[in-house]
């Protein structure tokens, strides 16, 4: 299911990041009281309402700079303008309507989007309200009195944004076509590598562009089936961010990775993997997609016997969090290997949706535990009772123990080594929960 996506945007030093984390409930973004700190764009879930929402924070936008670094934190907001449903425009009570807010203001109407306007620091409603109406003078709506670090306002905040989201916007989607989000950074071959998938197939194809996520779906069939590829390029758009932005495109990817079954994550052969690829394998393995590992411009790389064998290695290490990973080396250009792609697609997709008889899932975690005993802790030792598969897209299995204190993270990866090593599942990450059932 896609979430509707909530960015918050607005000049620097104006709290946003001090708001995100108060809506996220825990620090991840970095809080300095000096402009420009909050570099990269973050995103977390949210609920409010038994609603989810992707709530992206940006670094400050200031019209003016000719900095270089607050120029792109402009153009990441830009694009986290541009994708977001709902945009919450964060403004500072202590320091009054200044300058910059009406700019922003004015950049936020020309964007068309649903627009909060978040009128921070107000940590005192009775003593402070009367500066709040002042914010009434940028002409972009009711201003919503808060106060993120002592937690104020909030709810009444959340409401707001609900009040702008279409409730279709929470609903499952009903069509069962596979969802392909193809991601990386720019330049590792997103774009030519559904072009080639296109060619090789001779299929007609819709590109429905307009959706707000700024992605272009691209319908390919394959042996009469029907797969469904985003690709996060963004070329296509007019105004095309510049390559060397490639920090601030994370919002773009999260929103594709939001709507895939499986992502397929390109990396650029010769490059090897960067930091960023290794945060948009954290973000596909967040969610719970299947991940598959293309190493992209493989026909330009000397090679000898090892290459394959020594490149895998070096990605597996790297990308240690996600050894269940496929990994495939193509090249976009020539179509090397390109077609394999399909059959890797649909392995995924099997193991992704696989599910385990609660049977024969309790074998296998009795002949684990014979094999290696569970830990234990000053004289008590943990004892699993069962386990059951209560649920796919990714596989989540739940165990009952005594005491969930004596699951060491050790031993659970212990025993979902054992259930890969008897079912595979193959490029899909799985889900642990262990919950605790008191003793009779």
Known sequence: MSKPIVAIVGRPNVGKSTLFNTLAGEKISIVKDYPGVTRDRIYADINWLDKSMSLIDTGGIDMDTKDAMLSHMREQANIAIDTADVIL???????????????VADMLRKSHKPVVLVVNKVDNFDKLMPDVYEFYNLGIGDPHPVSASSKLGLGDLLD???????PDLFEEEEDDTPKIA???????????????????????????AGTTRDAIDTTIVKDDKEYIFIDTAGLRRKNKIKEDLEKYSIIRTVAAIERADVVIMMIDADEGVTEQDAKIAGIAHDRGRGLIIAVNKWDLIEKDNHSVKNYTNKVREILSFVPYAEIIFISAKTGQRTVKLFDMIEKVIQFHSFRVQTGVLNEILTEAVAMQQPPSDKGK????YYMTQVSTKPPTFVMFVNSKELMHFSYQRYIENRIRETFGFTGTPIRM????????
């Open 89 to 103: 425009f964060v403004t500072d009570v202590r320091q009054g309507v200044v300058d910059m807010d009406f700019k």
């Open 160 to 166: 707001a944004v609900l009040e702008h989201i279409d």
């Open 182 to 208: 193809v991601v990386g950074k720019p330049n590792a071959g997103k774009s030519s590598l559904i072009n080639k998938l296109l060619g090789e197939n001779r299929v007609i194809v819709s590109d429905i």
């Open 381 to 384: 030792r943990l004892r699993i």
């Open 433 to 440: 929960i262990v919950r605790e059932r008191k003793e009779k």
